[in-house]
């Protein structure tokens, strides 16, 4: 991209603010769905595909006029449950997934509107309610991931690093006698792609702590932070689930060698053309050829698969995603947190004080407003007091 015309749109843009806001505001009343859709008895199946198809009705209510702006999809509805971390959303031909009472419940999802990417997740626990709250390793790591993403929240802005949120997230669950699960990443969100350059790694190992990249938040830059925590070791692993969400990488190029494959690939294309390039799809066509075929196109790059992973059999993960814009003046949290702490007693808290310092710090604008008065008043009355020179 040489030219300036070809400049990344940014949230410096108002219109750009408003796309994300919209899309925002659209995961938020998805979620709001499915989450009264959690009950017992309840398909993964069904819950996947009603997310997906409100996620399509609500961004066809917008830019009606505008027939070439793609909207839609940004990462398919999907369900993980109990020791599933992520990228579970089955399809047709498989087993039946049901939910029962006491599972703990992941939905995660995204929403774009002009390639404009709205991430979130919610945990929450089958049948808890204020009269009948989750306890035990349930409410520990609910609770636990809930207050990741509320330091997250606090950390992600203009000057801080990322480490600094991999750092806080780890004594956060720590308090709660979990782990983070290790190696997730938490992107950077731009135009058109929803695994940006820059990201924040949870937990990571030796190894993934040399190869990953610290970088500063900059004003205008938007994240989709993502908290999983584990209440076992927080070592994710794939097993024989088979993988349904891909994201096809348009920039790569490389000549496809089977037939499959290359059938695979233009069901692909012609699959996300109502989303855009950077955005990931649920890819039903697996059920003939695309299973041989889709191995060539990921070995290659052209596409980039998310895997269903797993933790130990018996433990629990939670996860709670949110997506924030790094505006000059402070960040703008545009998916809501849905997290609702009458239904959550775990027996550990917080102890460390500069965590609980941390999450005793304001995210409201008015607040911040207060704060500036105050320190300009303060500014004012010194200056006063100041003798004058000569």
């Known amino acids: 991209s040489g030219s300036d015309s070809e400049a990344e749109p940014t949230v410096a843009d108002d219109v750009v603010v408003t796309k994300y806001k919209m899309a925002g505001t659209m995961a938020n009343n998805v979620m709001k769905k499915l989450i009264a859709g959690c009950v017992d008895g309840a398909s993964v199946l069904q819950l996947c595909k009603l997310g997906d198809e409100l996620v399509l009705k609500e961004t066809a209510t917008v830019f009606k006029k505008e027939k070439e702006m793609k909207k839609g999809i940004g990462f398919p509805t999907c369900i993980s449950v109990n020791n599933c971390v992520c990228h579970n959303s089955p399809l047709e031909s498989e087993k039946e997934q049901t939910l029962h009472n006491n599972d703990l419940v992941k939905i995660d999802l995204a929403v774009h509107i002009d390639g404009f990417i709205a ?10 309610t204020k009269e009948n709250p989750a306890t035990g390793r349930h409410a520990d790591v609910v609770t636990a991931a809930h207050l990741c993403a509320e330091a997250a929240l606090r ?10 949120v991999t750092q806080s997230l780890n004594k956060v669950s720590e308090s709660f006698q979990c782990k983070p699960v290790e190696g997730m990443l938490s992107h950077q969100l731009q135009h058109n792609r929803i695994d940006g350059e820059k990201t924040i790694i949870l937990n990571p190992t030796e190894k993934q702590r040399q190869d990953h990249e610290e970088s500063e938040f900059e004003v205008h830059e938007v994240y989709a932070v993502d908290c ?11 097993l024989d689930t088979r993988t349904t969400v891909y994201k096809r990488n348009p920039d790569v190029v490389y000549q496809l060698k089977m037939k499959a494959s290359r059938i695979t690939m233009a069901q692909l294309a012609e699959h996300s053309v109502h989303l855009t390039k950077g955005c990931a799809l649920k890819f039903d066509s697996l059920e003939i050829r695309g299973a041989m075929g889709i191995v060539e196109c990921c070995k290659h790059g052209l596409c980039t698969m998310f895997p269903v992973m797993w933790e130990k059999e018996g433990e629990l993960v939670a996860q709670f995603k949110f997506t924030v814009l790094l505006m000059p003046n402070m960040p703008m949290r545009i998916t809501d947190s849905f997290y609702d702490p009458d239904c959550y007693k775990s027996s550990f808290k917080i102890e460390d004080a500069e965590i609980l310092n941390l999450l005793n710090t304001s995210t409201s604008k ?10 300009a008043t303060k500014a004012a009355v010194d200056a006063a007091d100041v003798p004058a020179e000569g």
């Open 366 to 375: 008015r607040a911040a407003k207060k704060k500036k008065k105050k320190a």
């Open 119 to 128: 991430a979130a997740a919610h945990t929450l626990v089958v049948g808890c």
């Open 155 to 164: 950390l992600v802005k203009a000057g801080n690093k990322t480490n600094m």
């Open 228 to 238: 999983l925590v584990s209440s076992g070791g927080g070592h994710p692993k794939e």
